[in-house]
């Protein structure tokens, strides 16, 4: 069974240091979509890609957070420089096309910033 | 009003029990409902999508009440296996996915 990847699993970082999240959606999937997840909360969206296309950032603080997917495959998110607030969980996620579909989450980053 | 709201649990079940949880969305114009299912420092998974007629999917049934903007999932028959964290999950049109705090589970012996 097609699955999306991501790595690293887990990462330990000082704060004001940069991190960055690898993602491989499932083989032909157009959407790719990076939450993050708090402990106790539900996933919150950070940014969604129509194929290379960012389609909806507007919960991303771009003052320190950037994403790209330049070949319309994977992608990488970034954090620069990380705080302490920024501890949580960095899912992916892809389907097939827009947000009707049903979505297929990777296992996660788990992100902690000391 | 939260966009999605859930009674965070947790629901504490013997074996064999049956339980239902209940999810209240705010956008009336909302057309696509899932229930997620996320396992401990786990990624979610999708467990069901909700219909206007309802659907069950075995020992899992899933209804929605436009009128009363809620949707709910009944458990019959609860395994071990169940317990989890189920999250209610609502969008519109092509909007993204808004995601409930989730409801957690606990299946006991």
């Known amino acids: 069974e097609a699955e999306v990847a991501q790595s690293p699993r887990y990462k330990i970082t000082e704060k004001s240091q940069a991190v960055a999240f690898w993602c491989d959606p499932i083989s032909g999937h157009a959407t790719l979509y990076w939450y993050r997840q708090i402990l106790g909360q539900g996933p919150e969206l950070l940014v969604q890609f129509q194929d290379e296309s960012v389609v909806d950032d507007s919960q991303l603080p771009k003052d320190r957070f950037s994403a790209e997917r330049l070949k319309g495959v994977d992608s990488t998110l970034k954090i620069q420089p990380a705080e302490l607030g920024d501890s949580a969980m960095y899912l992916c996620a892809s389907s097939l096309v827009g947000q009707g579909y049903e979505q297929y989450f990777g296992p996660g980053t788990r992100l902690t910033v000391t | 009003r939260k966009e999605v709201e859930q009674d965070p649990g947790p629901f504490n079940v013997p074996e064999g029990a049956t339980v239902a949880f209940n999810c209240t969305y705010s956008n009336s114009a909302s057309q696509s409902f899932f229930w997620y299912r996320q396992d401990c420092r786990k990624e979610p998974k999708l467990l069901m999508s909700?219909?206007?007629s309802g659907n069950e999917d075995g020992r899992f049934t899933a209804q929605l009440n436009r009128a009363s903007q809620y949707i709910s999932l009944l458990i019959r028959d609860s395994k071990l296996s169940d317990s989890a964290t189920y999250l209610c999950v609502v969008n519109k049109g092509n909007t993204p996915l808004v995601f409930g705090k989730g409801t957690r589970l606990s299946v006991i012996a």
């Open positions: 909700v219909y206007s």
